[in-house]
């Protein structure tokens, strides 16, 4: 069971470092895929911000860590 | 036929971040051979690509009965994750934040604890020392594997390239590892996670955008556009966090 425990924490490692950052990824893909079809918006506009929210959520978790690490 | 569009970062991404993770594992293969010797730690490390062997082939054509939009919404966030979270620790080495991950300290701890574990012998095997050998190549081949599968799986004839890719790396570093006989310190850890992290997230933002129904504009030759645009965003953040830490309190 340990070694089971070890395994599935290991492979959860794989993907997730940094609580916030999976969760604030997982949430935009979710409105990617459940609000984004009913935005008036076409074309590849929302792909487009697809891209941007990534940014912007990869932008934040940094300056927050260097922020909360700084010297 | 396959675009380059797709094939060439595919093969590279796989190349790159397998080569990445396998300089790891040669890392911990080389400890145990060095201090247990080299019958447990080549037999824990065939042991280990055997099993990663099982799995692909389990595993591969399990895939192809999902649909494909799920499979590409499923891995496509999964590389996201998996690729920004090397980014943000590549971004993060690279401006000084947090240290940056040395191959000949790695080498050094695991051959000390090696040397303090007692031997435990199971039909003339030191257990512990193929237990080390064989965790460390499952440990770093299920990545590998991980990005080979979501790297081919989600387009028709990528599995060729990423596959060739992971194959060359393994080539060149057991190449390496037979050459040197110490750990490959040398390779640039940081600046090859620093460019996978960018061409895997670049990957997973078009995936899970594909697999979610959206349209990118330019179609596959977005793909090229978003290794710009996180390339572009990461360099930035080198620079912008590396000048928060240097300023003066």
């Known amino acids: 069971m340990t070694w089971l425990t070890g395994a599935a924490r290991e492979l959860l490692g794989l993907f997730v470092d940094d609580g916030s950052l999976a969760v604030a990824v997982l949430a935009w893909i979710a409105a990617a895929v459940l609000v984004f079809p009913r935005l008036p918006i076409g074309g590849g506009w929302l792909a487009v911000a697809l891209f941007l929210g990534l940014a912007l959520i990869l932008v934040e978790n940094l300056l927050r860590t260097a922020r909360r690490r700084r010297p | ?249």
Not at chain 2, 66 to 87: D, E, M, S
């Open chain 2, 1 to 249: 036929m396959i675009g380059w569009a797709h094939a060439g970062p595919s093969l590279l991404a796989a190349f790159l971040a397998s080569l990445v993770e396998f300089v790891e594992a040669l890392t911990v293969v080389l400890a145990v051979g060095t201090v247990r010797g080299w019958r447990p730690a080549l037999a824990g490390a065939g042991l280990g690509l055997a099993t990663l062997g099982i799995l692909v082939v389990a595993l591969g054509p399990a895939l192809a009965r999902i649909p494909l939009a799920t499979v590409q919404l499923v891995v496509g966030t999964l590389l996201l994750l998996f690729g920004l979270r090397w980014l943000r620790k590549a971004i993060l080495r690279a401006a000084g934040i947090i240290p940056l991950h040395d191959e000949t300290v790695a080498y050094a701890a695991e051959t000390d604890l090696l040397s303090h574990s007692p031997r435990r012998l199971l039909a003339g095997w030191d257990t512990v020392a193929v237990g080390a050998s064989f965790k460390i190549v499952m440990l770093e081949g299920i990545e590998v594997v991980f990005i080979v599968i979501a790297v081919g799986a989600v387009g028709q004839g990528l599995l060729v390239p990423a596959g060739l890719g992971a194959a060359a790396a393994l080539l060149v570093v057991v190449a390496l590892g037979i050459a040197l006989h110490r750990p490959l310190a040398r390779i640039p850890e940081n600046a090859l996670k620093f460019l996978v992290g960018v061409l895997l997230s670049a990957f997973g933002a078009f995936w899970a955008g594909e697999g979610a129904g959206l349209a990118w504009p330019g179609e596959d030759w977005s793909i090229l556009g978003l290794i710009a645009g996180f390339l572009a965003l990461a360099l930035s953040m080198v620079a912008f966090c590396r000048g928060r830490t240097e300023r003066p309190a």
